[in-house]
């Protein structure tokens, strides 16, 4: 996709309901922020293969020395339509933000100012190490449901604020199949963060969603983290087979 191609950036609606989210926002975080979205220890990833699906997260830009790749639908593009699409979704995010103020905490994060200059510049780190490294394989385009991997490849497989966040756009069918294409991926657990949606309530389908991956031979088990900037995401759900 060129830059040209681009859609305009959307306007921000105030609403009573949640972030009004009407596509997925290409819109990251750091490694600190992961380990507390997922209770990681980062020195614990060591020698680890881990999968971080859905960017553009500098997590994978500073824990690559500890073995982690990358898969977004937007991987491939060059880095300046990444760049733009950087530009347009986090003016839109952080417009959001200042609009509804409700739906933050500020604990890890003193205000939005400070959350806008920190991802601000994790941004940047992931722009530079996708220039740097797309061409090594670190950064791989593919889109979920499906993933371009062995079964088991990955030690640990990691998806934040993609799954329940997008439950509008994304419905239960969506949501079973990607989680099972999660777990065929991955030797141990998944970690998915967090297990609200737009409006910081637990998913409405959780039950149903946990009930049909059971079936499927998947464990699932819904943890509290340490961690609470969007309002409701104090949680994470894991998922693994029977045999691991
Ligand atoms: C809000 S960002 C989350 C970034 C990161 N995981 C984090 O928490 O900081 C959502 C990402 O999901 C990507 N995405 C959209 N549809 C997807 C799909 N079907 N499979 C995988 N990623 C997708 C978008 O391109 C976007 O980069």
Do not use: E, H, T, Y
């Given at each position: 996709m060129s830059t040209s191609t681009l859609p305009p950036p959307a306007s921000v609606t105030v609403s009573t309901s949640g972030l009004e989210l009407p596509s997925v926002s290409f819109f990251g975080r750091t490694l600190a922020e992961y380990a507390q979205f997922f209770a990681l220890d980062p020195v614990a990833l060591r020698g680890r293969a881990v999968?971080?699906?859905a960017g553009p997260a500098s997590f994978t830009a500073e824990?690559?020395?500890?073995?982690?790749?990358a898969?977004?639908?937007?991987y491939g593009c060059p880095v300046e339509t990444l760049a733009t699409h950087v530009q347009l979704d986090y003016a839109k995010m952080f417009a959001e933000m200042r609009v509804e103020p409700h739906l933050w905490r500020f604990r890890s994060?003193?205000?939005?100012?400070?959350?806008?200059?920190?991802l601000r510049s994790a941004a940047r780190r992931f722009l530079n190490d996708y220039e740097a490294h797309f061409a090594h394989g670190r950064y791989v385009g593919a889109r979920l449901p499906r993933r371009p991997f062995l079964d088991r490849a990955f030690d640990l497989v990691l998806c934040a604020h993609l799954l329940f966040i997008y439950a509008r756009r994304f419905d239960l069918a969506w949501h079973v199949i990607a989680c099972r294409e999660l777990v065929r991926v991955s030797a141990g657990e998944v970690r998915i963060h967090a297990v609200c949606g737009a409006d910081g309530r637990r998913y409405p389908e959780l039950a149903a969603l946990r009930a049909e991956l059971a079936e499927a031979g998947i464990a699932s088990e819904v943890v509290p983290v340490n961690c609470e900037f969007f309002v409701g995401s104090s949680s994470m759900q894991v998922l693994k087979t029977a045999s691991s």
């Open positions: 999968l971080d699906v824990a690559c020395k500890l073995g982690v790749d898969v977004d639908p937007l994060f003193p205000s939005i100012n400070a959350a806008a200059l920190n």
